[in-house]
């Protein structure tokens, strides 16, 4: 680093090695953003500018006299730009001795700074500003940018790429105009809104974009499809990312991560600091700037992976390749070790082959004489463990059970299972082939009265029967009025994965939900006392903490919507065969088949799911005495061999 001329304070802080992590120092200050140059290290903290050669031992840059939160950094020879509190960007020209604030960007709030030739961009709160004068002046390129809250900039091939609040847009010509590409993104199905994107990184022509909610995606700049990459990555909350070739850091609010297939595969960094906020890599360390931790660093070449497929299932008497995926950077010699040896060709070498008798987990061992890395791999034979169920939810009226499909072509197909009137005892409800996406819709069922619970299991082309999963439980929610046109929700907790917390969803129809509260994941209760007049219609709704293979709109879980609407249509098939009429009545409501010979089981429930009335039929035309039924709101359903249908009423 050029001779510093200025008064500083210097930090002196102890090393601590833990695993193959450093802490570095600056504990317990909360790093925001971070930079490097050669063996330089530049940090913002909540507490102003940091620089290190490499050492242990920190300079307080003082950019001015006053404490202030430096949000973003960037360097560029000798010319480092910080973005600092709500005050814009300030610039030094002689690497860090003086600074003086820029023009054009005083009262902004500036999260990036992306700098390719004599381009800087300014990613701010308000929309992207460009300098094409080291920062003397700034222009405003915002047009087409939708959402002006802008968190992340990156650049890959002749794409400017920036995240925002909601989704990621794209400038091929400088930034001059932007358009939309959230072309895979999920999108809230309550408001239409994409993801905010907190973090970008590109690698050639492959970016990867990190989520709060739904972890990482990664795309191309062919078309910007963008596709989820979360396998093994145990926390969805991603803040920042870096990358280095085809090694890929992600940081957490439960800690860092790594890749070293593109994306493809994650495991834990074992970084003993919880809440990455930032990356940066310089040679053969990246370093990590945590919250309220200092910063660690980690030496690349260190890595050592190994990554073994989780289950492996074969037949009695076959035997399997063990392959498990080795990443390793440094130079050194790897030797293996299986245990337990039983079954295996050679325990001591990479790819063994394994013919066990019985079911058996092998677990290996890999060391290049410092570092090791250990992995299990499963062998089943015979039949696999029941598969887990991903969640249980609503969706268009009826109850929906999503579960991941594990990779074993001796699987026939899956059936799903529900709790019936006893407790503990469960029916067959339904069967999915293996072909087949892994989502099961239960039609008979009636989420507007009830819960359910459910599990799985499998049939294999063998003859046999899975043991039945552990039960997944819908949330039922229900809505009383109260004083002064409030209404209290009361609903049953979900039960399958723990619960973070609830968010509770009003509208003014089924169609507009939005988002007015939250409850933490122990709270089942909610008052709301600014409720619009009129009907209204509220949903309980909990994110699902583990993915769900069949697509990633399935993470969240959610409740019956709840509505004061007594002539709301909760239709349970997507074919109606049934003309029902008249649907307020005194006296007999009547029921006309569309088919011929049709035999029908009609029952009749109150609100409360009583069945009040059960009758059979085989005309087209049946007339259904209500009578004796007191005045209210009651739910006629309608059973067939084929359909099942379900209509309100109102008994006059």
Known sequence: MKKLIFSYLLVSMYLISVAQWQQMGLNPYEIFCLATNGNDIFVGTEYELYYSNGNNNWVHLNVTSNIDTIFSIAINGNNI????????????????????????????????????????????????????????????????????????????????????????????????????????????????????????????????????????????????????????????????????????????????????????????????????????????????????????????????????????SINCNDTITLTPTINYLGTGTLTYAWSPSAGLSNPYIQNPLASPSTTTTYHITVTDGTYSATDSVKVVVGSLNAPDICLVSVRNYKNIVVWNKPLNTQIDSFYIWRQNDITGQYEKIGAVSYTDSSIYVDYTSFPSIQSNKYKLSFFDKCGNNSPLSDYHKTIHLLINPGYNNSWTLLWEPYEGFPINSYKIYRGTSPNNLTLIGTTPGNITQYTDYTAPSGYVYYQIQAVNPNNCNPSKSYNITASNIATNDPMINEPISENNDFYIYPLISEDYITIESKSQSTKLNIYIYDVNGKMLLKQKGDNNLININISDLSSGLYILKILTDKTVCERKFIKK
């Open 81 to 312: 730009f910080v973005g600092r509190g709500n005050h814009g960007i300030y610039r030094s020209t002689d690497y860090g001795n003086t600074w003086t604030q820029v023009n054009g960007l005083t009262n902004l709030i500036v999260t990036s700074i992306l700098i390719n030739g004599n381009n800087i961009f300014a990613g701010t709160l308000n929309g992207i500003f460009l300098s094409t004068n080291n920062g003397d002046s700034w222009t405003e390129i915002s047009n087409g940018l939708t959402e002006r809250t802008i968190h992340a900039l990156t650049i890959s091939g002749n794409y400017i790429i920036a995240g925002t609040h909601n989704g990621i847009f794209i400038s091929a010509d400088n930034g001059t105009t932007w358009t939309e590409a959230n072309n895979g993104l999920p999108i809230n199905p309550m408001d239409g809104t994409y993801p905010a994107i907190w973090g970008l990184v590109a690698n050639g022509n492959t970016i990867f974009a990190c989520t709060d909610d739904y972890g990482i995606f990664k795309a191309t700049n062919n078309d910007f499809t963008w596709n989820s990459c979360n396998n093994g990555l145990s926390d969805n909350h991603v803040h920042s990312l870096a990358i280095k070739d085809q090694t890929i850091f992600a940081g957490t609010y439960s800690g860092a991560f790594i890749s070293t297939t593109n994306g493809n595969q994650w495991n834990s960094a074992n970084l003993p600091a919880p809440r990455v906020n930032c990356f940066a890599i310089n040679n053969n360390y990246v370093y990590a700037g945590t919250g309220f931790s200092g910063v660690w660093k980690l030496r690349i070449s260190d890595i050592l992976q190994v990554d073994c497929p989780s289950q492996l």
